[in-house]
């Protein structure tokens, strides 16, 4: 079947129904990326075009259908320790704040964990952490890796990695102390994936069966959303924060404009948000 190209009627009812399915908004003239991400789906389910393919996701009539579609319109890929500094001050700043606590465990959050690469780079930190003050977090550290892709998640969970992935942001040093070689691929230290507790989530969802959390990674994610949807996100991240946690968003992003329960901290490194109390 010849690749399609989706109309504007089509493309209208689509985006309502990724905002009604996932909360991400597509903004205008996307078409063409809805095409080239949709085509593949039309020719398996056996669907003769777009219009089609969104009268089966509003009946239901295809199981899975709709996970598939708003996997294949999600934005998978991402580096080992992306932009550096939200790991370095977790490791230089966070982590000593936190290292006396000894009557539970220490939570942290990965709230769109893609491919896998935040919390195994989190997993990293932590370990090197531990290497170097041992005794430190005797409960130990529980990472909640979150996302709303399936597929997604089946990865992450093998963490198995090409060497073109290896190659996005990792050291050599990391490289040989954190991975084992199995063929052509590198797979993750086992001790790493064991920390990790990887689980199927939509953030407009209820986090309330997720914990409470003492760092929250919500990075490069709250750009796809509306502004209250933003704000309704944010609102519940704060409510699952231990008090004081802390909110690490991406590099340029900030909680001021859609949520009041945040304060900005200033530290030697740049600027950190923890929840208000």
């Given at each position: 079947m010849a690749s399609q190209i989706i109309s504007k009627e089509e493309y209208d009812a689509f985006r309502a129904f990724l905002d009604e399915a996932s909360g991400i908004v597509l903004g205008d003239g996307k078409q063409y990326l809805v095409s080239s991400r949709l085509n593949r789906l039309l020719e398996e389910n056996k669907l003769s075009g777009f219009s089609e393919l969104i009268q089966t996701l509003q009946d239901g009539k295809i199981?899975?259908?709709?996970?598939?579609?708003?996997?294949?319109?999600?934005?998978?890929?991402?580096?080992?320790?992306?932009?550096?500094?939200?790991?370095?001050?977790?490791?230089?700043?966070i982590l000593p704040e936190y290292s006396k606590i000894r009557d539970r465990p220490l939570r942290i959050w990965s709230s769109a964990c893609s491919s896998g690469q935040e919390p195994y780079s989190i997993s990293m930190i932590v370990q090197e952490y531990l290497m170097a003050n041992p005794g430190t977090f005797p409960m130990g550290v529980e990472i909640v890796a979150t996302d709303i892709s399936p597929t997604m998640l089946e990865f992450s969970r093998a963490g198995v990695y090409d060497e073109s992935a290896i190659a996005r942001g990792l050291s050599d040093e990391r490289k040989k102390r954190f991975f084992k070689q199995v063929g052509n691929n590198w797979e993750i230290w086992s001790e790493l994936k064991k920390r990790i507790d990887f689980r199927h989530l939509n953030l407009k969802q209820s986090y309330v069966t997720l914990g409470k959390f003492d760092i929250t990674f919500c990075r490069n994610v709250l750009i796809y959303f509306s502004s209250e949807l933003k704000s309704d996100i944010l609102d519940r991240m704060a409510q699952g924060l231990n008090s004081r946690g802390y909110l690490i968003l991406g590099s340029s992003e900030t909680p001021n404009r859609y949520s009041t329960q945040f304060i900005m901290e200033r530290i030697s490194q740049g600027v950190l948000y923890r929840r208000g109390d």
């Open positions: 199981h899975g259908l709709k996970e598939k579609v708003v996997d294949a319109m999600t934005t998978n890929e991402t580096n080992w320790f992306r932009d550096a500094y939200p790991f370095d001050v977790l490791k230089q700043h």
